[in-house]
């Protein structure tokens, strides 16, 4: 079992190489589990969910599975191996690094960033303080998200937001419901515009990076664990606002990229940078343009008539299929 | 000449035992201010810093002496260790070393076991309770232990002496 959780035994699955980042945090009976699961299972894996005195789940491209002491999947949740307060408690003091006061504004926004990028979730009784949330204590779940770079995911809908006339990228929003694949294309996206793509005519660009809640570039101490590209500057954890405000003013970057805008601020920032001569490409949630619309701060963004490509994300037995690509100028 | 011979091994031992007896009374104190000298360290790592714990014991291991800068450096190496051990494990498997080979006393080694389960697990103004909790009663049994210290050192070093030599007068 040890030799499994070392490196050298992934080397020839390198889909599985997270394992070796997942490992530290688990606890030691969940790290014993783990990798005894079967490896088509774990190539398919997207989360590992430890939920206090309840099953150990595991979340596929298909669905939640549950895992039994010996790593096999049960249909009966009573036959898995059953989650331990400790457990919970256990995990949280590994991924903090016994250092829950060191990762305070990370706990309050509910997640905190591990070695390669993943995500951990953390769930518990939040402590409040003027009706906004302080912290959180009586840890009870723990949502370990596994990120994995699809390289080529965005190489479907890069020939259709370049503009090689003017060898840059044009205003692009990508949206889709949770779960589709955004962050993924995203990431691919800014890695190829920041690279450069000779065959369609764009030269590398200066790409500045807000990445609020560190899912694109998985920054861990600030150094990006995914590869966004070799003109990408990040910013990692900045508010998203904010932050391009700052990369606009310091980084003097060709191509602004984020992800998630929705609010307000977000759309007026998203304004200032659109009216500086920088291009933005960014993410949204939804499942239809009509939707997108009907959101007032969104339907600010489409009445402004900027965002020059909306590409749709669906999900097609994989996450991050292109679903439409539409021409913003009939929208405006 | 041996009965002369018996009795230099006598006053010898016993002084040497009375000794021992003093210097753990004289270490106490010693001890005792410098680890709240490194728990007000960590405090300052921990709530300004926000340095993780690994990194602060290690840090404060820098900046200690003597044993109480061995207890930090090993609390840091388990917990760095990666071997899935908790900071209240590390530090509690760290203490259980350094109380063997210090002149704590049981309830010394209780204020900082009690410490080491809140490490690292809340927010740092939680965490500045516990340790200025700590650092508070490490104060007092540093008083009673300098008084102690102030009482029995000098005491035991003649006792011991004496006492052996009280012996070889009786035995004569």
Same mark, same amino acid.
């Given at each position: 079992?040890?030799?499994? @959780?070392?490196?050298?035994?992934?080397?020839?699955?390198?889909?599985?190489?997270?394992?070796?980042?997942?490992?530290?945090?688990?606890?030691?009976?969940?790290?014993?589990?783990?990798?005894?699961?079967?490896?088509?299972?774990?190539?398919?894996?997207?989360?590992?969910?430890?939920?206090?005195?309840?099953?150990?789940?595991?979340? @596929?491209?298909?669905?939640?599975?549950?895992?039994?002491?010996?790593?096999?999947?049960?249909?009966?949740?009573?036959?898995?191996?059953?989650? &331990?307060? +400790?457990?919970?408690?256990?995990?949280?003091?590994?991924?903090?690094?016994?250092?829950?006061?060191?990762?305070?504004?990370?706990?309050?926004?509910?997640?905190?960033?591990?070695?390669?990028?993943?995500?951990?979730?953390?769930?518990?009784?939040?402590?409040?303080?003027?009706?906004?949330?302080?912290?959180?204590?009586?840890?009870?779940?723990?949502?370990?998200?596994?990120?994995?770079?699809?390289?080529?995911?965005?190489?479907?809908?890069?020939?259709?937001?370049?503009?090689?006339?003017?060898?840059?990228?044009?205003? $692009?929003?990508?949206?889709?419901?949770?779960?589709?694949?955004?962050?993924?294309?995203?990431?691919?996206?800014?890695?190829?515009?920041?690279?450069?793509?000779?065959?369609?005519?764009?030269?590398?660009?200066?790409?500045?990076?807000?990445?609020?809640?560190? +899912?694109?570039?998985?920054?861990?101490?600030?150094?990006?664990?995914?590869?966004?590209?070799?003109?990408?500057?990040?910013?990692?954890?900045?508010?998203?606002?904010?932050?391009?405000?700052? @990369?606009?003013?310091?980084?003097?970057?060709?191509?602004?990229?984020?992800?998630?805008?929705?609010?307000?601020?977000?759309?007026?920032?998203?304004?200032?940078?659109?009216?500086?001569?920088?291009?933005?490409?960014?993410?949204?949630?939804?499942?239809?343009?009509?939707?997108?619309?009907?959101?007032?701060?969104?339907?600010?963004?489409?009445?402004?008539?900027?965002?020059?490509?909306?590409?749709?994300?669906?999900?097609?037995?994989?996450?991050?299929?292109?679903?439409?690509?539409?021409?913003?100028?009939?929208? &405006? | 000449?041996?009965?002369?011979?018996?009795?230099?091994?006598?006053?010898?031992?016993?002084?040497?035992?009375?000794?021992?007896?003093?210097?753990?009374?004289?270490?106490?104190?010693?001890?005792?201010?410098?680890?709240?000298?490194?728990?007000?360290?960590?405090?300052?790592?921990?709530?300004?810093?926000? $340095?993780?714990?690994?990194?602060?014991?290690?840090?404060?291991? /820098?900046?200690?002496?003597?044993?109480?800068?061995?207890?930090?450096?090993?609390?840091?190496?388990?917990?760095?260790?990666?071997?899935?051990?908790?900071?209240?494990?590390?530090?509690?498997?760290?203490?259980?070393?350094?109380?063997?080979? &210090?002149?704590? $006393?049981?309830?010394?080694?209780?204020?900082?076991?009690?410490?080491?389960?809140?490490?690292?697990?809340?927010?740092?103004?939680?965490?500045?309770?516990?340790?200025?909790?700590? /650092? +508070?009663?490490?104060?007092?049994?540093?008083?009673?232990?300098?008084?102690?210290?102030?009482?029995?050192?000098?005491?035991?070093?003649?006792?011991?002496?004496?006492?052996?030599?009280?012996?070889?007068?009786?035995?004569?």
């Amino acid at each position: 079992m040890a030799a499994a @959780l070392s490196g050298r035994a992934y080397q020839h699955r390198p889909e599985l190489g997270f394992i070796n980042n997942i490992s530290p945090v688990l606890p030691f009976k969940i790290r014993k589990i783990v990798p005894a699961v079967n490896s088509d299972i774990l190539g398919r894996l997207e989360e590992i969910r430890l939920r206090a005195l309840r099953p150990l789940a595991l979340g @596929l491209d298909t669905g939640d599975v549950f895992i039994n002491e010996a790593g096999a999947v049960v249909a009966d949740p009573e036959k898995a191996y059953l989650v &331990s307060q +400790e457990d919970v408690e256990r995990c949280l003091g590994l991924v903090s690094g016994s250092s829950i006061y060191a990762l305070e504004e990370e706990i309050k926004n509910g997640f905190i960033t591990i070695p390669g990028g993943h995500r951990v979730g953390i769930t518990g009784k939040t402590v409040l303080e003027s009706g906004r949330v302080k912290t959180l204590k009586y840890f009870s779940g723990v949502n370990i998200r596994i990120s994995r770079e699809v390289i080529g995911s965005a190489r479907p809908l890069l020939p259709k937001i370049i503009d090689s006339e003017g060898g840059t990228i044009r205003h $692009t929003m990508i949206f889709s419901p949770p779960r589709c694949g955004k962050t993924t294309v995203l990431r691919d996206a800014v890695r190829m515009i920041s690279d450069g793509i000779p065959e369609l005519g764009l030269p590398g660009q200066a790409v500045g990076l807000v990445d609020e809640r560190s +899912e694109i570039a998985g920054c861990y101490c600030g150094i990006p664990q995914r590869d966004v590209g070799l003109r990408t500057d990040v910013l990692d954890g900045c508010p998203k606002a904010e932050g391009m405000t700052m @990369l606009l003013r310091s980084m003097g970057p060709s191509v602004i990229a984020t992800d998630e805008i929705g609010g307000q601020e977000d759309v007026r920032a998203l304004e200032e940078v659109l009216n500086a001569g920088v291009r933005v490409i960014f993410t949204v949630h939804g499942s239809s343009l009509e939707e997108l619309a009907a959101r007032p701060a969104l339907n600010y963004l489409f009445r402004l008539g900027v965002v020059e490509c909306f590409v749709q994300l669906g999900r097609d037995k994989r996450a991050g299929v292109v679903k439409g690509i539409f021409d913003g100028r009939k929208f &405006s | 000449m041996f009965k002369l011979m018996g009795a230099v091994v006598l006053v010898a031992a016993g002084g040497a035992a009375g000794m021992l007896v003093a210097r753990d009374y004289a270490r106490r104190p010693v001890e005792i201010r410098s680890l709240i000298s490194a728990v007000q360290m960590l405090e300052t790592e921990i709530i300004y810093a926000a $340095t993780p714990l690994g990194e602060a014991l290690e840090r404060v291991a /820098c900046a200690s002496d003597g044993i109480v800068a061995g207890f930090f450096r090993e609390a840091s190496r388990s917990l760095n260790s990666g071997d899935g051990a908790t900071a209240g494990e590390a530090w509690e498997k760290a203490l259980a070393g350094f109380y063997r080979h &210090s002149s704590l $006393t049981a309830g010394d080694s209780a204020i900082l076991k009690n410490l080491g389960r809140a490490l690292g697990r809340s927010g740092r103004t939680d965490q500045e309770k516990h340790l200025k909790l700590a /650092c +508070e009663q490490l104060k007092r049994e540093m008083a009673s232990a300098e008084e102690a210290a102030s009482k029995n050192t000098r005491m035991w070093n003649y006792l011991g002496f004496c006492g052996a030599l009280a012996a070889v007068i009786i035995l004569y």
